[in-house]
C-alpha cells in the first residue's frame, strides 16, 4: 500500500518563503514521478511542479517555487519564496507508478495526498 503525506503548509505573510515536504512510504520515489498540485477555493486543481524523469515548474510559477527530492528519504520537497495572497491554496502531492511520464497531468498520478494549506496573509 503506497501513503503519500504532505506537510510544511501554514499561515505565512506576504512575500515569506516556505517549503513544503512529502513523504511517500510503499513505492521508492527513485522509481517513480511526483508531483505538486494545487486547489485555491473556488478554482480548479492546477499543476505546480514535477520531478521524474522529467523536472518541470508551472511557467507562472517558475522565477518562486522550486522542486526537489531526496531519494535516501524518499521525499521530494517544493520550495516556495516570494509568497502572495494568490498563492493560498490546498496544496497537494502526487506519485506516479512510472518514471518517465508528463507529470503535469493530475491523471496520470495513481496515489495522492490529503493536502497542506498554505495561507498567504496580506
Known amino acids: 500500500q503506497v501513503h503519500v503525506r504532505e506537510s510544511g503548509g501554514g499561515l505565512v505573510q506576504v512575500g515569506s518563503s516556505l517549503t513544503l515536504s512529502c513523504l511517500v512510504s510503499g513505492r521508492t520515489i527513485s522509481g517513480s514521478t511526483m508531483g505538486w498540485f494545487r486547489q485555491a477555493p473556488g478554482k480548479e486543481r492546477e499543476f505546480v511542479a514535477t520531478?521524474?524523469?522529467?523536472?518541470e515548474v508551472a511557467e507562472f510559477l517558475r522565477s518562486r517555487f522550486t522542486i526537489s527530492r531526496d531519494n535516501s528519504k524518499n521525499t521530494v520537497f517544493l520550495r516556495m519564496s516570494n509568497l502572495s495572497p494568490e498563492d493560498t491554496a490546498v496544496y497537494y502531492c502526487?506519485?506516479?507508478?512510472?518514471?518517465?511520464?508528463?507529470?503535469?497531468?493530475?491523471?496520470?498520478?495513481?496515489?495522492w495526498g490529503q493536502g497542506t494549506q498554505v495561507t498567504v496573509s496580506s
Open positions: 520531478t521524474g524523469g522529467f523536472t
Open positions: 502526487a506519485s506516479s507508478p512510472i518514471r518517465f511520464v508528463n507529470g503535469v497531468v493530475a491523471a496520470e498520478y495513481d496515489y
